[in-house]
């Protein structure tokens, strides 16, 4: 590259509006700089509202969310935990969090998320084994709703708790509904790469009004109602701050608009590139609609001529960010002692699956800049190898 360096693309940014800054300079002036406060009372009614969730306790992450949900369901030492492979890692540390031992399931090519089919099979056999699982932590994956209806069935013939992982899936839909109402518990992220962002911070969904209760109470350092500072068990420092709950209930207001626009990232990526040799967008299922959080899709490099590194390398010498697919839980190095059912689809989608930036504030410009760069990446014999291939042997 010449001169100055081309503008920065990130792979999923913030995007705020005049309604957060309002909200949250009134916060700031109303002096509740707190994690207690108008704001985030106001931020779990309308999130219960915009989800249909009974309950929502505001915390400080969507792993933090996560690691209540698992003591909510009495998930200790001892226990297993089924969970989907393909994640990030924050969907299974506070399994390790609470001394219990993930047992991991492969995904389904239908939809990239944790197979049902598989799931059972696991289920079945921890059950013959006599460990049954305490719960399952069900992610779903890069905003789609995993296939829920077979999974909570088994779950509830089987005296499991269903968790639901929506951290990337807020605004998803599954049979008309938003994913992480279905289970036990519901857990959301608002991360600053998420679809609404509070910066750093997350919600927990619990159908029981006691069980929201004590998730508050677990989240507060487990204070209880005394006078004094009395303890009797070991609680967290958990709850969201006031000043971000305020910018929450700003994004909250635009949700909507936000998966339109990042659908229409993922539209304009799929008219442009998908006409290339061994390229496939992720699917959308049936079953609910994605909110397409992240543009992702497969790379055949005997067909293409690149494999999907390449491309990201030739992205990041134009200075803009992609990456990877997921690599499954059961390849990390940290998590490699424990057990999968399945891994080969998973495995794959990570080999060839590629994220390409899809922030809803991305221009007509910057979408067209980096689709040039993955239609240039292409080796310039690619379509000769392409002819050789085709023209093999087709047993």
């Given amino acids: 590259m010449t001169g100055a360096d081309p503008e920065r693309i990130y792979l999923s940014p913030p995007h705020l509006g005049e309604d957060e800054m309002e909200l949250v300079a009134a916060a700031i002036a109303s002096n509740w700089v707190a994690p207690v406060g108008p704001d985030l009372n106001a931020f779990e009614r309308e999130f219960e509202t915009v989800v249909g969730a009974r309950h929502a306790v505001a915390v400080s992450s969507g792993t933090a969310a996560l690691h209540l949900s698992l003591r909510l369901a009495g998930v200790g030492p001892g226990d297993v935990v089924l969970a989907s492979t393909l994640t990030f890692a924050a969907s299974v540390n506070p399994i390790v969090y609470v001394g219990a031992t993930p047992h991991f399931v492969d995904s389904e090519r239908r939809s990239w998320n944790m197979d049902p089919a598989l799931f059972l099979e696991a289920l079945e056999s921890l059950v013959r084994a006599g460990r049954p699982p305490k719960a399952v932590v069900l992610v779903h994956l890069l905003g789609q709703a995993a296939d829920l209806r077979p999974i909570a069935e088994a779950c509830e013939e089987y005296g499991v708790a269903l968790i639901e992982d929506a951290a990337e899936a807020l605004g998803a839909t599954y049979r008309g509904k938003a994913p992480g109402t279905f289970g036990a518990f519901?857990?959301?992220?608002?991360?600053?790469?998420?679809?609404?962002?509070?910066?750093?911070?997350?919600?927990?969904?619990?159908?029981?009004?006691?069980?929201?209760?004590?998730?508050?109470?677990?989240?507060?350092?487990?204070?209880e109602p005394a006078l004094h500072y009395e303890h009797a068990e070991v609680g967290y420092n958990y709850r969201m701050s006031n000043i971000l709950a305020a910018l929450g209930r700003g994004q909250l207001r635009v949700l909507e608009d936000r998966v339109e626009a990042r659908r229409r990232v993922f539209d304009h990526y799929r008219r442009a590139l998908g006409d290339l040799p061994g390229v496939e967008f992720m699917p959308e299922t049936s079953w609910g609609r994605s909110t397409r959080w992240l543009t992702c899709l497969t790379v055949d490099p005997t067909q293409y001529g690149a494999d999907r590194t390449e491309i990201i390398e030739r992205l990041g010498a134009e200075n803009i960010e992609a990456r990877p697919i997921w690599k499954p839980m059961h390849q990390q190095p940290v998590f490699q002692e424990f057990k999968c059912t399945g891994g080969e689809v998973a495995d794959d989608l990570f080999d060839r699956g590629l994220c390409l930036p899809s922030g809803s504030a991305m221009t007509t410009e910057q979408l067209d800049r980096v689709v040039d760069i993955v239609r240039d990446a292409r080796h310039s014999d690619s379509q000769t190898n392409v002819d050789v291939a085709s023209s093999g042997d087709s047993r």
């Fill in 186 to 223: 519901g857990i959301f992220s608002f991360n600053g790469n998420k679809i609404i962002t509070t910066s750093g911070g997350g919600m927990l969904l619990a159908p029981d009004p006691e069980q929201a209760a004590r998730a508050r109470k677990l989240a507060t350092q487990a204070r």
